[in-house]
């Protein structure tokens, strides 16, 4: 049996720490990382800077709704929130609506009722629209992420393979490094990919609560409207 070929020590890796693998990767790996890391990075931000945003006009609308059953009419609520909401979406659904029963002084109640439902309706997909507005790079990352990694992965492995040619020994010591460094993009592919889709799904389920929540004040808001319709006299004035 022929002797296997002894290779110095001085060739092989002595350091297989994150920073040492990702420095002695082929560059094609390295650049795959070094995407994965900004993808998760990205994935992050988004997390803190929307989910705050989030969070935040979530309980606003719901501050609103809950002050629409003891509010004695629009002008009223409205006051209220101009106080605690300016530029709030809530402050804009119920302008509109009073706008619009400003500029339909006189009309048939229904056609009035119409239009404010309309107005609404309209404000209310725009603010969901805007709600879910930089949430589509999570599903990017989500869905390609895991692919990408598993390319560093293939590239990795194929370049080991390579070097193992060159070298002519399948000692362990010499294929390790190189694999473990392929196998370092699966993992940072998984790391990126796992809290994308996770935080995603949070948003759309998050995104949903607030498009019903905007539904509950726009009925509410129609409902006083449609109360002061059908006052005495409300159609004349």
Known sequence: MGQAIAIPSTL????LSLRAMFLHADIVVQLVLVGLVLASVATWTILLSKGSRFLLARRSVQRALAGAD??????????RL???AAGSVQLAMLTAAANELRLSAGCEPAGVKER???????LEAAAGRQMAHGTGP????????????LFGTVWGIMHSFIGISQAQTT????VAPGIAEALLATATGLVAAIPAVVIYNLFARGIG???????DLSAAI???VSRELDQPGAAAD
């Open 82 to 84: 101009q106080q605690d």
């Open 209 to 215: 609560s607030y498009r019903a929540t905007l539904a």
């Open 12 to 15: 092989l890796p002595q350091d």
């Open 222 to 224: 129609q409902r006083l």
């Open 171 to 174: 000692n362990l010591a010499v």
């Open 70 to 79: 003891d509010a004695p009419s629009l002008t009223v609520w409205q006051a």
């Open 138 to 149: 999570l599903a990017t990352i989500g869905a390609t992420a895991p692919f990408v990694g």
């Open 116 to 122: 404010v439902a309309s107005r609404l309706h309209r």
